[in-house]
């Protein structure tokens, strides 16, 4: 018997090793053979993990959900320096120093987003070791793009979080909504607009549906936090339970 449960344990472990690591049968069968084992041995293991996994088909998820997070995580750390520093130093809102960053991409037109944002301001409010980078991801219209520019020209005169609540608070974008939005924080216009017109400002739109794209995300809002990246409203309890995770992790 002790040999027995030896062996599937370490069917079990060549299993798992090969739905998270292995990119090709080739890389497989070149595993299997460094590791000493023969093609009788092989056939013997293949059918000892068969049979346990028609068995325990539950395993299959969780080892699918393992190679997932496996997957985010790796995504994340790839751009992880460059989205969680705020366009200009200044589109975030929290503790500049938190142990916790919580990135947001997020639209104007988006209800969901407008929703989100009486959720951000509950967070940090309650939690002053949180920061929340600000990332615009203008995808459902025109003037979506415009708003989310303004945005970006708020964050170079240092009155980003300001513009970004009360965008919401206005209504959806329109050019005299966006205009107010902008008055009623004092924007200087004409530094404005040349902003907008500017390279860098296309440049930093560009870059942030590129990275969007790249973490497969489908909509807004979506966050990063930490290792974990989620699309949707989550509202006020998911984001204490992603901070939360994070902290832990950290």
């Known amino acids: 018997m002790a040999g027995g449960g030896l062996a599937i344990a370490a069917a079990l472990g060549v299993w798992f090793w090969q739905a998270g690591s292995a990119s ?30 028609l068995n325990n088909p539950e395993i299959i998820p ?17 751009v992880r320096a460059q989205i969680e520093q705020p366009f200009a130093g200044n589109a975030f809102a929290g503790n500049p120093d938190g142990d916790v960053v919580v ?47 303004m945005a970006l020209a708020a964050a170079k005169q240092g009155k980003y979080y300001a513009f970004h609540k009360t965008m ?15 008055n009623e924080v004092g924007l200087d216009m004409a530094a404005a607009r040349a902003f907008i017109a500017s390279p860098e400002a296309k440049q930093e739109i560009q870059n942030n549906i590129a990275i969007a794209q790249q973490m497969r995300f489908t909509g807004t809002p979506a ?25 832990a992790a950290n």
């Open 168 to 182: 919401f608070a206005t209504g959806r974008p329109t050019p005299s909504t966006i205009q107010a939005a902008a």
């Open 24 to 53: 090709s049968t080739e890389d497989v069968n070149a595993a299997v053979l460094a590791a000493g084992i023969n093609a009788k041995e092989q056939k013997a293991i293949e059918a000892i993990v068969r049979d346990y996994i």
């Open 223 to 247: 966050w990063v936090v930490g290792d974990q990246s989620e699309v949707g409203a989550v509202g006020y309890d998911g984001l204490k339970e992603m901070i939360a995770k994070a902290r």
């Open 62 to 78: 969780e080892a699918v959900e393992i190679l997932q997070n496996r997957q985010k995580s790796s995504a994340i750390d790839a």
């Open 103 to 149: 990135v947001e991409y997020s639209d104007f037109n988006c209800p969901y987003c407008k929703q989100t944002e009486r959720d951000i301001a509950r967070v940090i409010a309650e939690d002053k070791n949180v920061k929340v980078v600000f990332r615009e991801l203008p995808i459902l219209s025109e003037a979506s793009n415009d708003a989310a520019l």
